[in-house]
């Protein structure tokens, strides 16, 4: 595990003077929403492809696009095991990997900086748990003017187990003092779910990763555009399904006007 300070930097009030944590969420909203960062926030999958060709032609190993767009996961431990890399270089290839990543300059979704503002607005904390390592994330929340929105930020270099194990949702879970229902993982992938799943959290489904079979498979019965259109739908709605139901209240029974 990397000795890298572990967790991220909470967010802070326009004014810089601290984290922005005294306002409730709008009745019916999650306390909290959760993000992936590839795929849900930024468009990395092209790059990631980029590096993956580069790192794994380093070993001999050629990755096909077509192997790419049906196999690719957050797991990375099960694509190497696909694609046949030996497993005494697991340590130094996604190292490599992400030296690659690091000289790339991804874009945020559309839509995506509008909805994370939106969520604040109206009193949901967010976090941020990634399969991607510290040093190929923050450089870009900085450049694409992300930096202090996310409350609690993990990456797979803080961590012990990646995806879809929930160590690092169940810590930025333990970040915010807030129990896994009160959350929703918003992501792209069947890891994604997996992870959010074993946590406890509520799963989102967003983007055009996954295809919305194989998710209408596993259980997830809608796949939103992204980030930007649940937000929209949920904000819209009042809590999108969030709020609890209250018990209709009983109406004193109206005196008969014959007497």
Same mark, same amino acid.
Do not use: C
């Given at each position: 595990? &990397?000795?890298? =300070?572990? $967790?991220?930097?909470? !967010?802070?009030?326009?004014?810089?003077?601290? @984290?922005? +944590?005294? /306002?409730?969420?709008?009745?019916?909203?999650?306390?909290?929403?959760?993000?992936?960062?590839?795929?849900?926030?930024?468009?990395?999958?092209?790059?990631?492809?980029?590096?993956?060709?580069?790192?794994?032609?380093?070993?001999?190993?050629?990755?096909?696009?077509?192997?790419?767009?049906?196999?690719?996961?957050?797991?990375?431990?099960?694509?190497?095991?696909?694609?046949?890399?030996?497993?005494?270089?697991?340590?130094?290839?996604?190292?490599?990997?992400?030296?690659?990543?690091?000289?790339?300059?991804?874009?945020?979704?559309?839509?995506?900086?509008?909805?994370?503002?939106?969520?604040?607005? &109206?009193?949901? =904390?967010? $976090?941020?748990?990634? !399969?991607?390592?510290?040093?190929?994330?923050? @450089?870009? +929340?900085? /450049?694409?003017?992300?930096?202090?929105?996310?409350?609690?930020?993990?990456?797979?270099?803080?961590?012990?187990?990646?995806?879809?194990?929930?160590?690092?949702?169940?810590?930025?879970?333990?970040?915010?003092?807030?129990?896994?229902?009160?959350?929703?993982?918003?992501?792209?992938?069947?890891?994604?779910?997996?992870?959010?799943?074993?946590?406890?959290?509520?799963?989102?489904?967003?983007?055009?990763?996954?295809?919305?079979?194989?998710?209408?498979?596993?259980?997830?019965?809608?796949?939103?555009?992204?980030?930007?259109?649940?937000?929209?739908?949920?904000?819209?709605?009042?809590?999108?399904?969030?709020?609890? =139901?209250?018990?209709?209240?009983?109406?004193?029974?109206?005196?008969?006007?014959?007497?």
């Amino acid at each position: 595990m &990397s000795s890298a =300070r572990r $967790g991220g930097a909470a !967010a802070r009030r326009p004014d810089g003077s601290g @984290p922005d +944590l005294g /306002r409730a969420p709008v009745d019916g909203l999650p306390a909290a929403v959760i993000l992936d960062w590839d795929g849900t926030i930024v468009d990395t999958l092209p790059l990631i492809y980029r590096a993956n060709v580069i790192v794994l032609g380093e070993l001999g190993i050629t990755m096909s696009r077509t192997w790419f767009r049906e196999r690719h996961s957050p797991d990375w431990r099960r694509g190497y095991r696909e694609l046949g890399v030996p497993e005494h270089l697991w340590d130094q290839t996604p190292a490599r990997w992400a030296e690659e990543m690091g000289r790339m300059r991804p874009k945020a979704l559309p839509w995506v900086r509008h909805a994370l503002r939106q969520l604040r607005r &109206s009193g949901v =904390r967010l $976090g941020l748990v990634t !399969a991607s390592t510290r040093g190929v994330v923050e @450089p870009s +929340l900085e /450049r694409l003017n992300l930096a202090g929105l996310f409350e609690t930020a993990w990456y797979a270099d803080d961590v012990r187990e990646g995806k879809p194990h929930p160590e690092a949702l169940l810590l930025a879970l333990r970040d915010l003092g807030l129990a896994a229902e009160q959350t929703v993982y918003v992501g792209d992938t069947t890891v994604d779910l997996e992870m959010a799943r074993a946590a406890g959290a509520r799963f989102v489904a967003v983007g055009a990763t996954t295809p919305e079979p194989v998710f209408r498979a596993v259980g997830v019965n809608r796949v939103w555009a992204g980030v930007g259109a649940w937000a929209d739908d949920l904000l819209a709605s009042a809590g999108g399904g969030w709020a609890p =139901r209250r018990p209709a209240r009983r109406r004193a029974p109206r005196p008969d006007p014959r007497g």
